[in-house]
């Protein structure tokens, strides 16, 4: 294990007497988990899968991740929400956010069916151009829109190049084992089908086909991202007071109730952007519900300083952060000694960017702290599947616990139906024919 949780920066509401008063509610949430009596209990998979999971399926994911490697150039991920997030987190965790230009050996993997923009789509269609691609469309319902209209533009796209034969070898479906559109239409077309587990949603799914086969595609360990899970599972999956992970659920709920409403994930690295957007998903869609919950946000430091740094400085003061920091980087860069020194930056000449990005971490930490903004820190050693695996259990964990803590629905998403009613409304969809005309009224 590396992961290593630092409170020294989070402030009062972190001393033992407070922890300590919310045990009690700690330890009633914990047991909702193990107990499977909490609500949403139908959806506790993702709890034991780092050690319990469908071993068949794991292998045949290596395999199509090896045929993917060889008779691609291209793989294109179908899925929105949590059937892309993680995937897409973890390829620029481990790899880089600039895995597309960098890759050797391994395809390109470009992700679509995320949104109804017609210029990305448009986009993905011409970076798929003279190319040799194979798609993985990804649904736990097998109904969304987005990734329903993207399917079937690409389904089209890779059957009039290759032949409908040759293209069914070429799509990769993951979704229910049972129910919904596109496992109809994988069962119709005799395509290759992956299983989004009934017991796991979509924002708790990455350690599932949903992440591992794009994941395995870009040339990812996904055997050390599941022992880095496991040995996380194992260290925090248990109920005693020293629980990093149990403390860190217990603090967001004791700073939310002393109104720090946001929570800013931090990191310093831009290959951690997309990891910063899977924790918005899962906490967001995990607790803000029926009037409450923390507001995710994210930023990364240095660059954000220059942009939200002032607010986070001197604006409201309902803030805290959890910075994620890496010990030692991918890659490091010396700054040379300069004889004119024209820009006066001679005096860390001979240290790394590395050296210099701590030292504006631990000056920015200080600053936040002494501008009234919590800092909760968590150190990991490298950006490799195994501490991914550390984290994603560790986040998954805590924003469960934190999430009954709260008193609501940790695996849920009630909320995400609206729009998708009125848009099917306005759309025509057969069946919404009263709200249609209900909404049009009022965009008059
Ligand atoms: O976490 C969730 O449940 C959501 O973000 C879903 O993953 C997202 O809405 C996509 O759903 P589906 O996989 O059914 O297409």
């Keep these: 294990m590396s992961l290593k949780v630092n409170f020294k920066y989070a402030g009062e509401l972190s001393s033992s007497d407070n922890l300590s008063a919310v045990q009690p509610e700690v330890n009633s949430a914990f047991d909702k988990l193990t107990d499977k009596t909490g609500e949403g209990s139908d ?30 150039e291209v793989l294109v991920v179908l899925g929105i929400g949590g059937s892309y997030l993680g995937a897409r987190a973890a390829i620029e965790f481990v790899k880089s956010c600039n895995y597309n230009l960098l890759r050797k050996d391994t ?12 210029t990305s789509l448009s986009e993905l269609i011409s970076l798929v151009e003279g190319k040799d691609f194979s798609v993985n469309v990804i649904s736990k319902s097998g109904t969304t829109t987005e990734t329903a209209v993207a399917f079937r533009i690409f389904k089209k796209l890779i059957e009039d190049k290759y032949g409908k034969e040759e293209a069914k070898s070429r799509i990769y479906v993951t979704t229910d084992k ?4 596109l496992k109809s239409l994988a069962d119709a077309e005799g395509y290759e089908e992956f299983t989004v587990p009934d017991d796991v949603g979509g924002r708790y799914s990455v350690l599932t086909a949903v992440g591992l086969l794009p994941i395995a595609a870009a040339g990812l360990d996904i055997d050390l991202l599941m022992k880095g899970a496991a040995d996380a599972r194992e260290k ?3 109920k005693n007071t020293d629980n990093d992970c149990l403390k860190y659920a217990a603090l967001r709920n004791l700073l939310y109730r002393n ?16 990891w910063n957007e899977w924790l918005k998903q899962l906490f967001g869609e995990s607790e803000g519900k029926d009037g409450k919950g923390l507001y995710p ?15 986070i400085q001197q604006g409201v003061r309902n803030l805290f952060e959890t910075v994620i920091t890496v010990k030692n980087p991918i890659a490091d860069v010396e700054i040379p000694f300069d004889e004119a020194n024209g820009d006066g930056l ?48 560790f986040f ?20 995400v139906e609206s729009y998708k009613k009125n848009m099917f409304a306005l759309l025509g969809k057969p069946g919404y024919e009263k709200e249609r005309d209900a909404l049009e009224g009022r965009l008059k």
């Design 43 to 72: 959806f506790l998979g993702w709890l034991d899968l780092p050690v319990n999971y469908d071993k068949e399926e794991f292998l045949r994911i290596k395999k199509c991740a090896e045929k993917i490697r060889k008779d691609s």
């Design 107 to 118: 395809p390109a993997i470009y992700f679509g069916g995320n949104s109804l923009s017609s």
């Design 178 to 181: 049972k129910k919904g559109a």
């Design 346 to 393: 001679n005096f860390i000449a001979g240290k790394t960017l590395h050296y210099v990005n701590s030292r504006a971490f631990q000056g920015t930490v200080l600053a936040h702290y002494d501008g009234q903004v919590p800092n909760i820190l968590i150190e990991i050693e490298k950006q490799d599947e195994y501490n991914l695996g550390e984290l994603i259990y």
């Design 396 to 415: 998954e964990l805590a924003c469960a616990v934190s999430g009954y803590i709260l008193g609501i629905n940790p695996f849920n998403q009630p909320g």
């Design 236 to 238: 925090y999956f248990v």
């Design 297 to 311: 946000s994210s930023t990364v430091f240095s660059t954000d300083l220059h942009s939200m740094g002032q607010y």
């Design 259 to 274: 109104g720090k409403r946001i929570e800013i994930m931090v990191s310093y690295e831009p290959s951690m952007t997309m």
